[in-house]
Each structure stands twice: as C-alpha cells, then as structure tokens.
C-alpha cells in the first residue's frame, strides 16, 4: 500500500475513467506507485494516464499535453509514407540497401537462435526502444523486429500501441513484425529472450540533456527529467529500481555495446548526434583474485567501422567479424 500522505510523488497513475480504474489500481501496484483518485492535494510532477486500451503520459511539471505513442496517426503515419524508404539514414545503417544484405540473411536463416518465421527478412534487435519511434521505421521497411525497454511503464505504453496498431489493417502487418519485450539490453544472454541471436542490434542510447531546451522534443525533455529523478528517488528502495530507467553512463553504454556485439550475426548499429564522440569502452576495470582493487580508467571512444550521417544524426556502425 503506497503511502498518499507523503510528499508528491515524481509520478502517479490516474486512471481516466470508472471503467479504466481497476486497470489503472493494477498498475499502480506492479510499480508500487500512487493511484490517484482525484483527492490528492499536491499532483506529481508526472502523472500516467491509463485507459482500456492505452497509457499516456501527462507532464504537471512544464506546460504540455499528453505525451503517448500512437502509430495510427500522426509523425510515424507521415514517416510510413514519405520517410524515404530503403535510401533513407536509418535504412542504409542497419544494411538495407547492402548488396550482401541476401546472402547475410541467408547465413542468418541458419542460426537456429533467430526466429524461424522470419526468413527472408533482416532481423533486428532494438536493444534501447523507448517510444519506439524507430522501431516501427525499421519493421515497416520489412524488418522483423524485437523491441527491449527497460523501463516497465514505458514498455507497458510501446506494447499497448502495437496491440492498437494490430487491429489497424493499414499497418497490422507492420505491428505483426514486432515482438515488445521487458528487458534490459545490458544483459543479452537471458535464455528468457525469444531471439539468441540477431542480424543486426540496434543501439539508441539516450542523448545528453541539451542546453538549448527549444531544441529539445517534449518527449525526450520528459523523460530526461522524469527517468533521471526516478533513479534518484529509487535509490532509496531497490524495489522499484527495478521498474525505472536511469540515464545511460559511459559505463552503461559500454557494457551495452558489449552485450551487443556478442549477440549481433551481422552488425551493431549506434544512433548518435551528429557531432557527439563514439561510445566508450568502460572505464572501469575490475579487481582480481590476487587482491588488486578496481581502478578506473580514462574512458576511450570505440571507433565504428563506418559511419551514416545526416543533418542532426549520426549512425555509427560496428561490423561483426565473423
């Protein structure tokens, strides 16, 4: 039972009408969060809102509407039909347009770690999916995609959408594509995974908070400021720990990449700024069985193979050796 008499959480659950309640209280639960009835004197800085079908964020904190993922409508219907197709960025990143991309599936096909149904098709790993905007680029290109969150109630939100979208015929075949899984990508040798391997992991650490807070999307300038002060506050009750997301570190970031590379038959694909460094390895370096403590080193950036800028974007790409 969550305590409602305490200072206001960083974020409740509300549910949106009578019949959304029980659903709403459910959650509420599963995160050990308030269920707010409409009595609380003090609103969080952030409230999820819950219908039958949906979850939508609501910030209380800075002026803005609802925050949900929807891809009936919208930026993802527009990016379906004018995005570019195979010749845009993101495509020729995780290897579309390559001539090989035939044979490579073909080597795929034989790892009995990919998905049987999935023949024929580039398979991805999207180790960091959060709203999912690029996952649903990647499966509406023909891709059969695996979508990882971390974060529980963001996962909730990306699942309820693609249940949506699958009842949508003009891209239920699309929805179909993607399998979303709680999951943190850090660790890619859980057997409770569907896929042991992928052709391709796809890598979208989050961004640095911008100074330049216009140049910021509602979206990510929530979640910056919600998932960083969720980490704060959970580290006072490792129980729900496990339900958030905390910002990625140098050291996240490279245990990501790690965790990628093992898992990836053909490549791993990074999305960055334009002008940020390359991930790093870890900078720390553990202690042994002779008594010799860990030590933290200067963080180096992992050079990628190659690269695929656009204007604001870059996607660096790490070839598997095989």
Avoid at 172 to 198: E, G, M, N, T
Avoid at 205 to 219: D, F, L, N, T
Avoid at 276 to 303: C, H, R, S, Y
Wanted: proline letters at 6%.
């Amino acid at each position: 039972m969550v305590d409602t008499t305490a200072a206001a959480p960083l974020l409740g659950i509300r549910p949106t009408s009578r019949a959304s309640q029980k659903r709403a209280e459910a959650i509420a639960e599963e995160l050990y969060l308030p269920c707010l009835m409409g009595s609380e004197t003090e609103l969080p800085d952030f409230e999820l809102l819950v219908s039958n079908d949906r979850l939508a964020l609501q910030p209380n904190r800075f002026a803005s509407g609802p925050i949900g993922i929807d891809f009936t409508a919208g930026r993802a219907m527009h990016r379906l039909k004018f995005g570019g197709g195979k010749r845009q960025p993101l495509a020729r990143a995780i290897g579309l347009a390559s001539k090989s991309v035939k044979k490579n599936q073909a080597l795929s096909r034989q790892n009995p770690g990919v998905d049987t149904h999935s023949q024929g098709e580039l398979t991805v790993f999207d180790a960091t999916a959060g709203f999912g905007k690029d996952t649903w680029v990647m499966a509406s290109l023909g891709c059969r995609v695996i979508a990882a969150e971390r974060c529980l109630w963001l996962h909730w939100m990306l699942n309820d959408a693609l249940e949506l979208a699958r009842d949508d015929d003009l891209i239920a075949d699309i929805a179909r594509r993607i399998k979303a899984v709680h999951h943190d990508s850090r660790d890619l040798k859980c057997k409770d995974l569907p896929w042991s391997a992928a052709d391709v992991v796809y890598l979208d650490p989050m961004y640095p908070p911008s100074q330049k807070s216009a140049a910021v999307k509602k979206e990510m300038q929530a979640l910056h400021y919600l998932l960083a002060g969720q980490d704060e506050r959970a580290s006072h009750n490792s129980e729900k720990k496990s339900h958030t997301t905390e910002p990625q570190t140098d050291a996240e970031n490279a245990a990501l990449l790690q965790s990628a590379l093992g898992f990836a038959t053909q490549r791993v694909v990074v999305k960055r700024p334009a002008r940020a460094l390359p991930l790093v390895t870890d900078a720390v370096t553990p202690g042994n069985q002779f008594g010799n403590p860990a030590t933290t080193q200067a963080a180096k950036p992992v050079e990628p193979d190659t690269s695929i800028k656009s204007v604001n974007t870059r996607y660096d790409i790490y070839i598997v050796k095989h």
